[in-house]
């Protein structure tokens, strides 16, 4: 059997990359505005410092401002929320986001919700949940935006009936996933920790997205032959006998064995994972055009 094509999410999230910092370099000479993004970060959680580091970056090269606010750990709910009402009211700020995951003593729901909806760079806030729920324009999550553009890359713009299935249920990737499937027109499926018989689940889906947090998971018999497979898993192995440091990242999908069923697959790391950084450029340059009353880059509308 032939081997799967491999979806290479660097390579199409350099090019996102690029052409995002056209549109913003575009909307600074027509209109002056820089569009700007407060990154929160709380506490010094070493991965998510690095995250924020990389956004920031991004950010600089796409001629973005990143508006840096560090607080510490323990930092009380009530200053926090205080903060992102000044961000809120800020006309220099386009988009907010906050990192997750926030320390245990404050409510990652309140805060959330504190963010202006029009603000909300990550498409975490519930009213724009609820307009990709009715198929309504509004921010969407990076991570299942990327998923979705790898996918049209792949199959065409076009996905109506195709059946896919959505492993995971979070906010942040499988139900937003699931939503934006739905709104294109596939017949989805969702499943989680209480699916039964999810390997002959799997076999049924032309599209699979995996947002599980398992290491390699799924494997190559649960793929049917030829289907899209996005894996948008990262998760750090533990060392093996005399590596240093962290072991190796690999995603929720048994790489190797997919490889030899699918017919695209996206690698880990290299596939979503860019994607979604480049996807936050598009929702921040997407919250400062609808501030000045400019369409909104065509890659913000799924
Ligand atoms: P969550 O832990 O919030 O959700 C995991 C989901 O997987 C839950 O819905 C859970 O089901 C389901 N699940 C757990 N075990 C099983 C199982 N054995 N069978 C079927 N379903 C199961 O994770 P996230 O959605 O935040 O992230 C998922 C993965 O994606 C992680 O590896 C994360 O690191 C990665 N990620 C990658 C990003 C990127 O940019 N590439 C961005 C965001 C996340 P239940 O609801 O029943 O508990």
Not at 71 to 100: C, F, S, W, Y
Not at 234 to 254: F, I, S, Y
Request: hydrophobic fraction near 45%; include cysteine.
């Amino acid at each position: 059997m032939s081997q799967a094509s491999l979806i290479d999410g660097k390579d199409f999230a350099a090019r996102l990359r690029a052409r995002v910092a056209t549109q913003a370099a575009d909307l600074t000479a027509r209109t002056g505005i820089v569009p700007g993004l407060a990154v929160v970060l709380v506490g010094d959680d070493p991965a998510s410092a690095v995250y924020v580091r990389n956004k920031e970056r991004a950010l600089d090269s796409a001629g973005m401002h990143s508006l840096d606010h560090r607080l510490p750990a323990t930092t009380e709910q009530a200053t926090l929320l205080a903060l992102i009402d000044r961000l809120n009211q800020d006309p220099a700020v386009h988009g907010i986001l906050v990192q997750l995951p926030l320390p245990r003593h404050i409510d990652t729901a309140t805060v959330l919700a504190a963010i202006a909806p029009e603000k909300d760079a990550d498409g975490f806030h519930v009213t724009n949940a609820g307009l990709l729920a009715v198929g309504r324009p509004g921010v969407v999550p990076c991570t299942p935006l990327g998923c979705l553009m790898l996918l049209r890359d792949v199959l065409g713009r076009d996905l109506a009936g195709r059946r896919a299935l959505v492993i995971g249920r979070s906010t942040i990737v499988g139900r937003p996933m699931a939503q934006l499937l739905l709104n294109a027109d596939c017949t989805v499926t969702m499943a989680h920790s209480r699916t039964r018989d999810l390997a002959e689940t799997c076999r049924q889906a032309d599209i699979l997205i995996a947002a599980v947090g398992r290491p390699e998971m799924v494997r190559g018999d649960w793929i049917k032959p030829g289907a899209v497979v996005i894996d948008v898993g990262m998760n750090r192995l533990p060392p093996a006998c005399g590596e240093t440091g962290g072991g190796r990242l690999v995603g929720d999908v048994h790489f190797a064995e997919a490889l030899e069923v699918a017919g695209a697959v996206t690698p880990v790391p290299g596939g979503v994972g860019p994607m979604t950084i480049a996807c936050l450029l598009v929702n921040t340059l997407a919250a400062a055009c609808r501030r000045v009353g400019l369409p909104v880059p065509v890659e913000a509308v799924p």
